[in-house]
């Protein structure tokens, strides 16, 4: 169980730097890249005839994101634990 909240709020920290990272090299050329983001989006829709359940879901991922998620996925392997 401690594993398991260590590692979710490893990753979300990883998340919201990545984003911080990606927004702040936005406008310096030479970072730029680290800015790049692509979108997912799904566009799950329930109709019952009755209730019609439209939901729109999207999720943009940059660059700087993948590199810091994946920094703390290295840094919650190398974290030891009793």
């Known amino acids: 169980m401690k594993r398991t909240l260590l590692l979710c709020f490893y990753v979300l920290s990883g998340i919201i730097l990545g984003a911080l990272v990606a927004n702040l090299c ?44 994946a920094l703390a996925i290295f840094l919650y392997n190398r974290t030891p634990l009793r």
């Open 26 to 69: 936005a406008g310096v050329p030479a970072l730029s890249w680290l800015a790049y983001s692509n979108g997912i989006t799904v566009h799950p829709v329930l109709d019952l005839s009755v209730i019609r359940l439209d939901l729109d879901l999207y999720m943009g991922v940059s660059v700087a994101q993948i590199i810091t998620i």
